[in-house]
Protein backbone atom coordinates (compact mmCIF):
# COMPACT_ATOMS: atom_id res chain seq x y z
CA UNK A 1 0.00 0.00 0.00
CA UNK A 2 0.84 3.50 -0.75
CA UNK A 3 1.58 6.63 2.30
CA UNK A 4 -1.50 8.24 1.87
CA UNK A 5 1.04 11.18 1.73
CA UNK A 6 2.39 10.32 -1.60
CA UNK A 7 -1.01 10.04 -3.32
CA UNK A 8 -2.39 12.72 -5.70
CA UNK A 9 -5.01 14.79 -4.38
CA UNK A 10 -7.10 15.47 -7.62
CA UNK A 11 -8.41 12.79 -9.80
CA UNK A 12 -7.40 12.99 -13.53
CA UNK A 13 -10.22 12.47 -15.95
CA UNK A 14 -13.69 12.78 -16.54
CA UNK A 15 -16.33 11.06 -13.63
CA UNK A 16 -17.55 7.98 -15.24
CA UNK A 17 -19.39 6.43 -12.03
CA UNK A 18 -19.71 6.35 -8.66
CA UNK A 19 -20.76 3.51 -5.79
CA UNK A 20 -21.33 2.96 -1.87
CA UNK A 21 -19.45 -0.05 -0.98
CA UNK A 22 -22.07 -2.66 0.74
CA UNK A 23 -21.10 -5.26 3.00
CA UNK A 24 -21.77 -8.03 0.49
CA UNK A 25 -18.84 -7.03 -1.49
CA UNK A 26 -16.09 -8.28 1.08
CA UNK A 27 -13.39 -10.00 1.43
CA UNK A 28 -12.66 -12.13 4.07
CA UNK A 29 -10.87 -9.77 5.60
CA UNK A 30 -13.47 -7.29 6.07
CA UNK A 31 -12.33 -5.01 2.71
CA UNK A 32 -14.05 -4.35 -0.15
CA UNK A 33 -13.01 -7.15 -2.72
CA UNK A 34 -10.31 -6.29 -5.37
CA UNK A 35 -12.69 -8.21 -7.75
CA UNK A 36 -15.52 -6.22 -7.12
CA UNK A 37 -13.20 -2.53 -7.43
CA UNK A 38 -12.19 -3.67 -10.87
CA UNK A 39 -15.51 -4.45 -12.33
CA UNK A 40 -16.90 -0.97 -11.45
CA UNK A 41 -13.80 0.36 -12.96
CA UNK A 42 -13.87 -1.80 -16.06
CA UNK A 43 -17.79 -0.88 -16.42
CA UNK A 44 -16.81 3.15 -16.27
CA UNK A 45 -13.86 3.05 -18.02
CA UNK A 46 -15.87 1.60 -20.73
CA UNK A 47 -17.74 4.81 -20.97
CA UNK A 48 -15.52 7.09 -23.09
CA UNK A 49 -14.53 4.05 -25.01
CA UNK A 50 -18.10 3.23 -26.40
CA UNK A 51 -18.30 7.23 -26.76
CA UNK A 52 -15.62 6.79 -29.20
CA UNK A 53 -16.11 3.89 -30.89
CA UNK A 54 -19.71 4.93 -30.93
CA UNK A 55 -20.85 1.43 -30.27
CA UNK A 56 -19.99 -2.06 -28.95
CA UNK A 57 -16.49 -2.70 -27.32
CA UNK A 58 -14.63 -5.53 -25.51
CA UNK A 59 -12.26 -5.52 -22.59
CA UNK A 60 -9.19 -7.26 -23.84
CA UNK A 61 -6.44 -6.07 -21.96
CA UNK A 62 -5.60 -4.48 -18.22
CA UNK A 63 -2.19 -2.95 -17.77
CA UNK A 64 -1.15 -1.93 -14.48
CA UNK A 65 -3.47 -2.34 -11.86
CA UNK A 66 -2.33 -0.85 -8.61
CA UNK A 67 -4.28 -0.74 -5.21
CA UNK A 68 -3.08 1.98 -3.41
CA UNK A 69 -5.36 2.11 -0.42
CA UNK A 70 -8.47 -0.64 1.04
CA UNK A 71 -11.92 0.31 0.71
CA UNK A 72 -14.46 -0.36 3.57
CA UNK A 73 -17.90 -1.11 3.60
CA UNK A 74 -19.64 2.33 3.04
CA UNK A 75 -17.13 4.35 1.23
CA UNK A 76 -18.06 6.22 -1.61
CA UNK A 77 -16.49 5.11 -4.53
CA UNK A 78 -16.23 7.76 -7.08
CA UNK A 79 -14.28 6.51 -11.32
CA UNK A 80 -12.67 8.88 -13.40
CA UNK A 81 -11.40 8.18 -16.42
CA UNK A 82 -9.15 9.72 -19.32
CA UNK A 83 -8.41 8.32 -23.18
CA UNK A 84 -4.87 8.18 -23.59
CA UNK A 85 -4.61 6.42 -27.03
CA UNK A 86 -6.21 5.05 -30.09
CA UNK A 87 -5.16 2.75 -32.10
CA UNK A 88 -7.28 1.21 -35.46
CA UNK A 89 -9.44 -0.71 -33.44
CA UNK A 90 -8.46 -0.25 -29.48
CA UNK A 91 -8.96 2.92 -27.04
CA UNK A 92 -6.78 2.54 -24.12
CA UNK A 93 -8.38 4.40 -21.00
CA UNK A 94 -6.77 5.16 -17.62
CA UNK A 95 -9.25 4.84 -15.02
CA UNK A 96 -8.79 5.95 -11.11
CA UNK A 97 -10.96 4.76 -8.49
CA UNK A 98 -11.04 7.34 -5.50
CA UNK A 99 -12.85 6.84 -2.12
CA UNK A 100 -14.67 9.22 0.18
CA UNK A 101 -14.59 7.60 3.47
CA UNK A 102 -18.13 7.41 5.40
CA UNK A 103 -15.97 8.44 8.43
CA UNK A 104 -16.88 11.80 8.38
CA UNK A 105 -13.51 13.14 10.18
CA UNK A 106 -11.82 11.19 7.19
CA UNK A 107 -13.93 12.62 4.55
CA UNK A 108 -11.90 13.96 2.04
CA UNK A 109 -11.25 11.54 -1.46
CA UNK A 110 -7.66 9.65 -1.71
CA UNK A 111 -7.33 7.77 -4.86
CA UNK A 112 -7.63 3.91 -3.79
CA UNK A 113 -7.02 2.26 -7.15
CA UNK A 114 -5.47 2.72 -10.95
CA UNK A 115 -5.25 0.86 -13.81
CA UNK A 116 -5.21 0.98 -17.69
CA UNK A 117 -7.77 -0.52 -19.54
CA UNK A 118 -7.72 -1.61 -23.22
CA UNK A 119 -11.02 -1.94 -25.02
CA UNK A 120 -11.50 -2.86 -28.79
CA UNK A 121 -14.50 -1.69 -30.98
CA UNK A 122 -16.68 -4.74 -31.98
CA UNK A 123 -19.17 -5.46 -35.39
CA UNK A 124 -22.02 -7.19 -34.87
CA UNK A 125 -20.36 -11.03 -35.67
CA UNK A 126 -18.16 -9.87 -32.35
CA UNK A 127 -14.83 -9.52 -34.59
CA UNK A 128 -13.03 -6.15 -34.24
CA UNK A 129 -13.82 -3.10 -36.42
CA UNK A 130 -12.13 0.41 -37.16
CA UNK A 131 -13.10 2.71 -34.98
CA UNK A 132 -15.08 5.68 -36.74
CA UNK A 133 -13.00 7.98 -38.52
CA UNK A 134 -10.11 5.30 -39.42
CA UNK A 135 -9.46 4.78 -43.33
CA UNK A 136 -9.25 1.38 -43.81
Not at 64 to 73: D, I, L, T
Not at 118 to 127: F, H, K, M, N, P
Request: glycine content about 10%; aromatic content about 6%; some cysteine.
Amino acid sequence: MTDVADLPTQPSGQPVGRVIAMPADTNPEGDIFGGWLLAHMDLAGATPAFEIAQGRCATVALDGMVFHQPVAVGDEVSIYAEVLKTGRTSIRVHVEAWKRSRNVAQSRSVRVTEGVFTYVALDEAGRPRLLPGVAA
